[in-house]
């Protein structure tokens, strides 16, 4: 490798790691209300209900979500209109304000109602920066990325999106086991990751304004090449590929991720700490097989692993959450969750860079960005509170069934579209 070889490769990895970095705050800041809402929603929901409890914290969480495709819309007309990189610091600065209100909260017994309204905007402002980000940092680490190793590098943005859950989870562990008492998580504790992700969004937004702008924009910026919303309206058909592509993966993901650690609390019963720890080491070895998986579709096409996911979830989703649910050995229920993370893997791995792939450069971070979010907001942000619901009402299983119908029909969707690998407008 010669010397300009050796600037190019240096130059690409270091706006891959500014990206990511930024990715993994961010995404932080969003799981951190899933990870910990176990120990403050009686502190904004004063039920004696834990279920209540649970569906009011989820159903702000859901709310969070409805605010992704106006940030979806905006941060990936800001990406498109005046650069990836604007774009993203300005994302990750927004996420620093919400994280802020959510720490600094008083309590429902301190100001009544307005606790959980304050609760409430501040989610919505988080909704409206993750928004942006998926869109917008898919984009960027596809751009970034060589051809020939584009679902490697791009696998990165799930790496971080699992790191910033991790990052949650790994918090937790420390003040559960080491630091505070549970009365003290329930009472204050659970305010000190809210107040770390705020201080982590500023160093995200110190890098992100030192990463380089993708030669792609600049190069529709030199074309003048039209963008927005009218210009995404030229696209339907990848617009649909990517709400169908995004449908099953959407609810798989948050099921076997976010949502399984209150799975395990309050339908298998093991304790919050337990519970914590099998979430904790499942994600990490789903991060690390991501990569792999990405490496993988540069071999042999994305198709063959979107197939592989739809074929698989469809057929074991429900086997595996009934299977968690009536064991109680936590070996083989962390062997359960591997299994179903490793499914959905032929998702979460390469559905960034499938999606940047339709799309050309002057409306791709809007064409990935706006309906990705649309679709995350209705499924995926209502997958635990749509879970929950059904448990309240005594029909659990429902939700099982829910999920293995949406894979199915994401499933009809892989089967019929182009290989993206072969038929990439990245290169155009």
């Not at 995404?232 to 948050?254: D, H, N």
Request: with cysteine; hydrophobic share 45%; charged share 15%.
């Amino acid at each position: 490798m010669n010397t300009a070889q050796q600037a190019e490769v240096k130059y690409r990895l270091k706006s891959i790691f500014g990206g990511s970095i930024g990715n993994l705050v961010e995404w932080y800041d969003w799981y951190t209300y899933s990870a910990f809402a176990l120990y403050f929603s009686p502190v904004f929901f004063p039920y004696s209900n834990p279920t209540a409890q649970l569906l009011d914290t989820a159903g702000i969480f859901a709310v969070g979500f409805l605010m992704r495709p106006i940030g979806g819309w905006l941060f990936g007309s800001i990406a498109d209109k005046y650069g990836r990189k604007k774009s993203m610091t300005l994302s990750v600065l927004i996420m620093a304000i919400g994280s802020l209100m959510i720490g600094s909260t008083p309590t429902y017994r301190s100001i009544g109602i307005a606790a959980p309204l304050i609760l409430l905007l501040a989610r919505l402002i988080q909704g409206l920066s993750t928004g942006g980000e998926y869109g917008t940092s898919a984009t960027y680490l596809s751009e970034m990325a060589t051809k020939k190793h584009r679902g490697f590098y791009s696998s990165f943005q799930y790496v971080t999106l699992i790191g910033g859950q991790l990052l949650a989870l790994g918090i937790q562990l420390i003040l559960q086991n080491w630091l505070l008492t549970n009365e003290q998580l329930h009472q204050w504790g659970w305010r000190i990751p809210f107040f770390i992700g705020a201080v982590l969004s500023f160093i995200a937004l110190y890098l992100r304004r030192h990463i380089n702008e993708t030669s792609a924009f600049e190069a529709k910026q030199s074309q003048d090449k039209k963008s927005g919303i009218l210009a995404l309206l030229k696209y339907p058909k990848e617009v649909f590929t990517v709400v169908g592509l995004t449908l099953g993966g959407t609810i798989a993901f948050y099921t076997f991720s976010t949502y399984m650690q209150k799975f395990l609390v309050n339908t298998v019963h093991l304790s919050k700490e337990t519970s914590t720890i099998l979430s904790f080491i499942s994600l990490f070895v789903f991060a690390v097989i991501q990569p792999l998986f990405g490496l993988l579709s540069d071999k042999i096409g994305r198709k063959p692993l979107l197939i592989g996911f739809g074929i698989l979830g469809s057929l074991c989703t429900y086997p595996i959450l009934t299977a968690i649910k009536s064991e109680s050995n936590t070996t083989s229920i962390f062997l359960l969750m591997i299994v179903a993370l490793i499914i959905v893997s032929g998702y979460t791995s390469i559905n960034a860079v499938v999606k940047a792939e339709l799309f050309p450069a002057e409306i791709r971070a809007l064409g990935v960005g706006l309906p990705y979010a649309l679709t995350v907001a209705i499924f995926g942000g209502t997958a635990e509170y749509f879970a929950l619901w059904f448990k309240n009402i005594g029909h659990e299983s429902y939700f099982y069934w829910y999920v293995t119908g949406c894979i199915l029909i994401s499933l009809i969707l892989y089967t019929t579209m182009k290989d993206t690998k072969h038929h990439s407008k990245i290169e155009d």
